[in-house]
Structures are given as structure tokens and as C-alpha cells.
T-cell receptor, first 113, second 113 residues
Framework: ETGVTQSPTHLIKTRGQQVTLRCSSQ?????VSWYQQALGQGPQFIFQ???????GRGNFPPRFSGLQFPNYSSELNVNALELDDSALYLC????????????FGPGTRLLVL | GENVEQHPSTLSVQEGDSAVIKCTYS??????FPWYKQELGKRPQLIID?????GEKKDQRIAVTLNKTAKHFSLHITETQPEDSAVYFC????????????FGTGTQLKVEL
């Protein structure tokens, strides 16, 4: 059984640019959730994807968008980057309709200059 | 929406002592309460979880208790060891509807020799 993986591990962008982060879910899982973790804080829910559709969204603007692919992997896209977007971006996979326990990937550390 | 408060923000104990971290939640519909341990630079790792149909759950040195009436739940770690030093996050969610996790602000636990 393979765990949740994310790429890249680190990324540096400048304000106004766009970024795409990737997540591969744990084998057997069909749901991917994305979280933003600012330094010293708990993770904040961005959105969740199930069956290739958004299945719930937190308090994040539309410039945060995502995709889920038929193999359940997912992308997080952020447009018009702002300095405050600097954070650790975590994805978590789970099995909808079952225990729904979420297992996290190692995260992508994004720095916006 | 759901709001989770966590106390204390920092906790220092001597090796072998017990540690207790407390969380309260606001949404009475929440029915799933996981606890995650996050070491510096690492992913959040699930250490124990509890569902609303259970009042207490134990796994070796770790236990969680849930009081649905008061809307609070606690993590208990007995016989603490230096490797227990980390940031601990509680979370709450409603399963069956996407299981969006709302996290507390975290507790920095330091186990001193």
C-alpha cells in the first residue's frame, strides 16, 4: 500500500505568478482534500474533491482552484499569488463512504516573494 | 461553521509524567474527532480518533475522551517519552458529507528528560 505523495516539496514564486501543486492519493482512496497551513497554525480546509468534482470548499477565494483525475490524483492551482499565500500546502486522501479517515501527504512548502 | 478551540498552546512535562490536551467544538452535528501529531517539518500523522457513538478510546499510552453534552474532547498521553515531543492538533468534522476537518490551533508538547 502506497501512502500519499505530493510534488514538488518546495517552491519559490513571486507575487502575481501562478502555481500548480500535485497530490497522489493513497491506494484505495477516492477522495482528496487540500489544506493550507501557515506557520505556527493548524491546517485550514481549502476544498475537497470526490469523483472528479469539488465536494465542499472552505473560506478561500476563487483564485484557489483544483482538479481531480480519474486515478484520484489531484492538483491545486493558485492564481495571482499573494505574499500571504506563503504556507505549507497539505493534501489528505480518504475513502468516501467508509471510515473517511484522512491521511496526509508530506506537503509542499510555497514561498511567495 | 465549526470552530475548534485547543488548550494549552504549549505544554512542558517531565519524562514519565502524563500530558492532557483539551479541545472544545461548536457544532453539535460534528461526529468525528481525530488527533494528529506533527513533528517539525513533517506531515500531520493520525495518532488516534474517536466517533460520537463512543465516550473513550485507548491505544497503548494514548487515550481520547469525548463529552458530547459539553462539546469537548481531550487527549491523554501517559508515561511520556522524549519522542512524544511535537505539535498536537485536534480536529472535528461531520462524516458522510465530505468530512471537512476543522483543526484547533495546536499544542506544542515538550517532554523534558
Amino acid at each position: 500500500e502506497t501512502g500519499v505523495t505530493q510534488s514538488p516539496t518546495h517552491l519559490i514564486k513571486t507575487r502575481g505568478q501562478q502555481v500548480t501543486l500535485r497530490c497522489s492519493s493513497q491506494s484505495g482512496h477516492n477522495t482528496v482534500s487540500w489544506y493550507q497551513q501557515a506557520l505556527g497554525q493548524g491546517p485550514q480546509f481549502i476544498f475537497q474533491y470526490y469523483r472528479e468534482e469539488e465536494n465542499g470548499r472552505g473560506n478561500f477565494p476563487p483564485r484557489f482552484s483544483g482538479l481531480q483525475f480519474p486515478n484520484y490524483s489531484s492538483e491545486l492551482n493558485v492564481n495571482a499569488l499573494e505574499l500571504d499565500d506563503s504556507a505549507l500546502y497539505l493534501c489528505a486522501s480518504s475513502l468516501q463512504g467508509s471510515q473517511e479517515t484522512q491521511y496526509f501527504g508530506p506537503g509542499t512548502r510555497l514561498l511567495v516573494l | 461553521g465549526e470552530n475548534v478551540e485547543q488548550h494549552p498552546s504549549t505544554l512542558s512535562v517531565q519524562e514519565g509524567d502524563s500530558a492532557v490536551i483539551k479541545c472544545t467544538y461548536s457544532d453539535s452535528a460534528s461526529n468525528y474527532f481525530p488527533w494528529y501529531k506533527q513533528e517539525l517539518g513533517k506531515r500531520p500523522q493520525l495518532i488516534i480518533d474517536i466517533r460520537s457513538n463512543v465516550g473513550e478510546k485507548k491505544d497503548q499510552r494514548i487515550a481520547v475522551t469525548l463529552n458530547k453534552t459539553a462539546k469537548h474532547f481531550s487527549l491523554h498521553i501517559t508515561e511520556t517519552q522524549p519522542e512524544d515531543s511535537a505539535v498536537y492538533f485536534c480536529a472535528a468534522s461531520i462524516t458522510g458529507g465530505g468530512n471537512k476537518l476543522t483543526f484547533g490551533t495546536g499544542t506544542q508538547l515538550k517532554v523534558e528528560l
